[in-house]
């Protein structure tokens, strides 16, 4: 048995969340396109609702990694561990988006939802691919909880873009066509 052995229905289960959630997101995504798009839509876009799909597409990309049949851990842990890198590094470049854009003032909630969590979920996976030779049970369990942690994190920011959507901006698109 492999250090993989027991966790199929666990990426499964999550890998398929991620790829429905992804869908789901796109279908948002179209049902709010016809809005009318306020100043500095587009630089929020970059800082708000890309990371989402990105989080999503990392789970999804996280759960063909480890449901691959790899003979050992290490190349799936130089896998794993690209992807955390490239997710620090991406995670740098959201909060320098979040901080440019004008469309919207972050809130803390903000920062923490597309700044911190995702970085420590990252930086999860790096670490954990580290140490995947020496204590391969413990970096699984490593992985799949930055998994879990970027899978939570896309759904709270997809929840908090459709209500920002339907109950703020809507509501605010509304009271100028009252004018």
Known sequence: MTAFAGWENFYVIVGSSAGALIGLQFVVITLIADMPIGHGAAQAGGAFATPTIVHFGAVLLLAGILSAPWDGIANAAVLWGIVGLSGLVYAAIVARRLRLQTAYRPQFE????????????????????????????????????????????????????????????RGQQESEWRR
């Open 110 to 169: 903000d920062w923490m939802f597309h700044v911190l969590l995702p970085f420590g979920a990252y930086a999860m996976l790096a670490i954990s691919a580290l140490a995947a030779r020496s204590h391969p049970r413990g970096a699984l369990f490593g992985v799949a909880a930055a998994a879990l942690l970027l899978l939570f994190i896309g759904i709270h920011n997809a929840w908090d873009a459709v209500t920002y959507h339907v109950f703020v901006n």
